[in-house]
């Protein structure tokens, strides 16, 4: 076969709930664009049944190596060159983390980096500018994951304060919804935002100091939410680099979500039915923030870390 004349580089984003692929053809000219050929995503749930108790469960396992043996097919079909793979909190914490490193290394090839939660956040915050222009102010930028939420202050040259917390959605969900096919019950509202203002005490703390005019929130929940907005739900290639939430329609969804059962949260459009019950939680959590912060602009981004990590590649060195 012949190789490709260019080099073409696979970015993977191991989350604990989805898997993303992103596949480039990286330009020749220096500061030319790289050329986007595939995006795509995999609900893989790593975290379901196991992440509170500190492993990876069978069944998520299993399908995390699927979910790897399809990328590794889409890569050989795109010819890529590179690959770059990433994983976050499930691998981080997990006991047999390790071991399913190993196991994709000798399935498919792929070299997996497991990367520290600062880094991450780093990586969210170099991807988010790619999608929203921050300017000179300084903004708060939140990626839920299902294994932890990061939190970063910056403006678009600078970042003021990052730290990531072991608080992701499918955690919230074992910690706090025992019964996610129900209601979530009130007294279970009122455990989580104790809980939130207990963990979160830094975050309040960086608000204080640094002030951030605006909430850019980078990450399924904050797509669904904008696809509920919209009421439809949108494909990886037709969601735009950045959306605007308004207030009254997280408010909205928010309260609606609260009163629904899980059949009917996974009936509402724009609903993807892994996160019918995340999204709960994780509303919980973006409500908590806008109450903490006062903010009222709330920007969505599509772009996270392995977006950030390929503005980092293609960053000349200094």
């Not at 959605?169 to 279970?188: H, I, M, N, T, Y």
Request: proline residues 6%.
């Amino acid at each position: 076969m012949h190789q490709p004349l260019h080099r073409r580089l696979a970015l993977i984003d191991m989350g604990t709930n989805t898997f993303h692929l992103l596949i480039v053809e990286m330009p020749e000219a220096r500061h030319a664009q790289p050329i986007k050929l595939l995006r795509t995503k995999v609900g893989v749930r790593l975290g379901e049944g196991g992440i509170s108790q500190g492993r990876i469960a069978e069944a998520p396992y299993e399908r995390a190596l699927h979910a790897l043996a399809g990328f590794k097919e889409e890569m050989e079909l795109h010819q890529v060159t590179d690959v770059r793979a990433t994983a976050t909190s499930a691998m981080r914490v997990s006991q047999n983390g390790p071991q399913l490193v190993q196991d994709i290394f000798e399935q498919t090839g792929i070299r997996v980096e497991v990367i520290a939660g600062d880094r991450e956040a780093e990586l969210i915050a170099k991807g988010v500018r790619q999608a929203v222009a921050l300017g000179p102010e300084s903004h708060l930028i939140m990626d839920i994951g299902g294994g932890s939420v990061e939190f970063i202050v910056a403006d678009e040259n600078q970042i003021f304060w990052k730290r990531s917390f072991e608080i992701g959605a499918q955690r919230l969900l074992d910690k706090f919804f025992p019964d996610p096919s129900g209601v979530f019950p009130p007294e279970a509202l009122a455990a989580e935002q104790a809980y939130l203002r207990e963990v979160l005490q830094p975050l309040a703390e960086a608000v204080q100091q640094f002030r951030p005019v605006g909430l850019v929130g980078a990450s399924g929940s904050f797509d669904s939410l904008a696809d509920m907005q919209l009421g439809r739900l949108r494909t990886e290639a037709e969601l735009p680099p950045s959306s605007e939430l308004t207030p009254e329609g997280f408010r909205r969804s928010y309260q609606q979500m609260l009163s629904l059962t899980h059949e009917q949260r996974v009936a509402l459009p724009g609903i993807l039915p892994m996160r019918a019950d995340m999204l709960v939680v994780a509303s919980v959590l973006i409500d908590y923030v806008l109450q903490l912060t006062g903010i009222t602009n709330i920007r969505t981004s599509a772009y996270a870390l392995k977006e950030g990590l390929l503005a980092e590649m293609l960053a000349t060195p200094e």
